[in-house]
């Protein structure tokens, strides 16, 4: 295949899996050299099925798959890999910022962010975004990608959570090697403890503003204008009751209470639209009753619904028949609570968007770490 025109190998390698293509690149150097190009791993996304799986976090990371089996007996969490991982030593639970394209942004207290690719292990801690001011105690964080200039960013605010815009604000975009500060106003409080959601360029929060007793707002940050919107909730919805968002089918999602303490899924079917929210189901249960329960919605399994109870507890409700079934799933960890997030396997770099000249640095760099280690171990 090697002798083949480029053109062709690049139309065969796109439509194999990523499995396949991570044991080409072991074999062959002009594979490789293919295979770790950002326009393929851009067009091998475009070309192969979608793959999800579950990434778990507690004071390890795990990954889970429960897309492609029956539950008779319970998924099993796998332990994530990953040799010089640096948040090996994380003390604290590591946060899931999120997810696009088969990277995942994580971010372990008090100020490190790491991109991943949890499927071929590939890791890229980012510079320190820097101290905020002692009175932004509140750190909100996001990850997306930006279409118009092909790029994957961060977000990270520091708020003292007044809603009265006493924010500071920096961005990390992929391509660069710093993080830039800017000046946009946060619109409203917000829930620190909902996940926040990433759709169509902008990265989502649960605020809450207004005359008393104040309103929840869904609020974004907008990485490709870098400015915050607001995202209009339906005139149907009990604004006050909305407790979680979430992202089924590429739509927009919330968990509410309605006005008679009923928990309902709302999904905004057009970005933006007021008029294109609609009610796709209620859930029953005991997690439903209780009025202190935190549950958030991780994705669909097949015509049923993922939710996270707690933070503890990993759930598949049914809508059809509304019962709900308890995923026996515990990843060993310090930490008690975990994490969820979505993830598609995919070959994309999180060093994909780096000059070249960086990458160099970050080798040798590398190298002399490794060998100081290696002097070290001489001595002792």
Not at 114 to 121: A, F, I, K, V, Y
Not at 183 to 202: E, S, T
Not at 307 to 327: F, G, H, I, S
């Amino acid at each position: 295949m090697e002798n083949l025109p480029l053109e062709l190998n690049t139309n065969i390698l796109t439509r194999l899996p990523v499995k396949t293509l991570g044991q080409l690149k072991c074999v062959s150097k002009p594979f490789k050299t293919l295979i770790t190009t950002h326009h393929f791993s851009k067009t091998h996304l475009t070309k192969t099925p979608f793959k999800p799986q579950l990434l778990l976090s507690t004071s390890t990371l795990h990954t889970l798959n429960i897309f492609h089996q029956n539950h008779q007996s319970p998924p099993q969490p796998l332990p994530l890999q990953i040799p010089s991982y640096p948040f090996n030593l994380c003390g604290e639970a590591i946060q899931l910022v999120g997810s696009c394209n088969g990277l995942v942004c994580l971010y372990c207290p008090p100020n490190t962010y790491c991109l991943l690719n949890p499927t071929t292990r590939e890791f890229r801690v980012l510079p320190d975004p820097g101290r905020f001011p002692g009175d932004a105690r509140i750190r909100l964080s996001g990850f997306g990608y930006v279409e118009k200039c092909d790029d994957y960013m961060v977000v990270s605010i520091g708020t003292d959570n007044t809603g009265v815009g006493n924010s500071v604000i920096r961005v990390y975009p992929g391509r660069g090697d710093s993080w830039k500060t800017v000046v946009a106003r946060v619109p409203f409080r917000v829930f620190p403890w909902v996940k926040p959601v990433y759709v169509n360029g902008v990265v989502h929060w649960l605020g809450f503003g207004g005359k008393f007793p104040p309103s929840n707002k869904i609020m974004g940050f907008d990485f490709a204008k870098e400015e915050f919107r607001v995202l209009p909730l339906s005139g149907d919805m009990n604004e006050r009751g909305v407790k979680a968002l979430g992202v089924l089918g590429g739509c927009v999602c919330v968990l509410l209470r309605d006005r008679a303490l009923v928990l309902e899924m709302w999904m905004m079917m057009e970005y933006g639209d007021r008029e294109s929210w609609i009610r796709t189901l209620s859930i029953g249960g005991s997690y439903s009753t209780d009025p202190i329960t935190y549950i958030f919605p991780i994705c669909y399994v097949e015509e049923k619904v993922l939710l996270l109870v707690d933070n503890e507890t990993l759930v598949l409700y049914d809508p059809v028949v509304r019962v709900t079934e308890c995923l026996a799933v515990k990843p060993r960890g310090r930490e008690n609570t975990m994490d969820v997030i979505v993830y598609e396997e995919s070959i994309v770099s999180p060093y994909g968007y780096i000059c070249q000249d960086h990458l160099d640095r970050r080798n040798v760099a590398v190298k002399q770490k490794e060998r100081s280690d290696e002097i070290v171990m001489i001595y002792l």
